[in-house]
Nanobody, 125 residues
Framework: VQLQASGGGLVQAGGSLRLSCAAS????????MGWFRQAPGKEREFVAA????????YYQHSVQGRFTISRDDAKNAVFLLMNSLSPEDTAVYYC???????????????????WGQGTQVTVSS
């Protein structure tokens, strides 16, 4: 599976962005998908994940209620709608695909089998 993230950019605090991740391969629906982010000087952290066929989602506490992860298996794509953005959300955002993920916990760095390149999100105050 190859992943291509897009949709990042510069937005003012309080604004919204929608990230997309396009996946290649015919087995996309077999993978749980996740979004991670890495801010300058910080470790990469989990943001959100969605299980196979979208039957379950999991969010980092700080984005709960503001971010929404979704997927369209017909289009081999996963999305991250980010509302009420704050400067603390500034980071490079990565999408990832995991063949196995026990969806009762956050997706960890070790779960994904594939990673996409990052897309920069910058939120100005």
């Amino acid at each position: 599976v190859q992943l291509q993230a897009s949709g990042g950019g510069l937005v003012q605090a309080g604004g919204s962005l929608r990230l997309s991740c396009a996946a290649s391969g015919r087995t996309f629906s077999n993978y749980a998908m996740g979004w991670f982010r890495q801010a300058p000087g910080k470790e990469r952290e989990f943001v959100a994940a969605i299980a196979w066929r979208g039957v379950w989602t999991y969010y980092q506490h700080s984005v709960q209620g503001r971010f929404t992860i979704s997927r369209d298996d017909a289009k081999n794509a996963v999305f991250l709608l980010m509302n009420s953005l704050s400067p603390e959300d500034t980071a490079v955002y990565y999408c990832a695909a995991a063949r196995t993920w026990p969806y009762n916990r956050p997706m960890t760095q070790n779960d994904p089998d594939y990673w996409g390149q990052g897309t920069q999100v910058t939120v100005s105050s």
